[in-house]
């Protein structure tokens, strides 16, 4: 079992481009989240998924970002129009049911710079 | 609301001697807390977790967390630091549905 993948891992864009970041959740697992973690902070809760539902973006910037887990494919996150402050480390984590049955498992993460 | 409260930014201990990482919470219920380990670049690692059973918890790599209703904490030790100990920690809290929310992280240093 190859984990959760994310990718690229290293990313960067000027500001005006688009960031396109991938997650591909373990093998069997429904469930996706993406959490942001800003420089010398924790992380925050971004967006949760479920295949081609979102079940949960409270978190998620009410512009510019976007989500999707199609039925095929891993799951995007994409941010538009990129600006310095999106610079940051989104980690992906997926689970097998809820996390309160089942806990998740995180990925590596993408670390985000905008120049 | 829930949330959680890491009370020192860094740590710092020698090579050998005990580490102790606080943790408070704050909860209207019975919370499950978890602790996670980063290492630099990477991603993270769950060390141990709460989740109302026993209130002593423990981990991997010899770390343990005790959960203390009276006192709203969940501190994690470890008797002895290794080098390898070196890393960011976070307390986490679980909240509504699937999310979680983290704490601002203790980096710890362990010096030779």
Avoid at chain 1, 40 to 65: A, C, T
Wanted: aromatic fraction near 12%; hydrophobic fraction near 35%; glycine fraction near 8%.
């Amino acid at each position: 079992n190859a984990g959760v993948m994310q990718n690229p891992r290293h990313l960067v864009r000027r500001r005006g481009q688009e960031a396109r970041l991938r997650c591909s959740p373990m093998k069997g697992h429904s469930h996706v989240y993406w959490y942001r973690q800003l420089p010398e902070e924790g992380l925050k809760f971004m967006v949760y998924l479920q295949k081609e539902n979102i079940i949960d973006e409270s978190g998620m910037p009410k512009e510019r970002f976007s989500a999707e887990f199609p039925k095929e494919g891993p799951s995007i996150l994409r941010i538009q129009q990129v600006v310095r402050g999106d610079s940051a480390a989104y980690f992906c984590a997926s689970s097998l049911d809820t996390f309160e049955n089942y806990g998740y498992t995180f990925g590596s993460g993408t670390r985000l710079t905008v120049v | 609301a829930q949330s959680v409260t890491q009370l020192d930014s860094h740590v710092s201990v020698s090579e050998g001697t005990p580490v102790l990482l606080r943790c408070n919470y704050s909860s209207s219920y019975s919370p499950s807390l978890f602790w996670y380990v980063q290492h630099p670049n990477k991603g993270l690692q769950l060390l141990l977790k709460y989740t109302s059973a026993a209130t002593l918890v423990k981990g991997i790599n010899g770390f343990e967390a005790e959960f203390k209703k009276s006192e709203t904490s969940f501190h994690l030790t470890k008797p002895s630091a290794h080098m390898s100990d070196a890393a960011e920690y976070f307390c986490v809290v679980n909240t509504r549905g699937s999310r979680l929310t983290f704490g601002e992280g203790t980096q710890l240093t362990v010096n030779p």
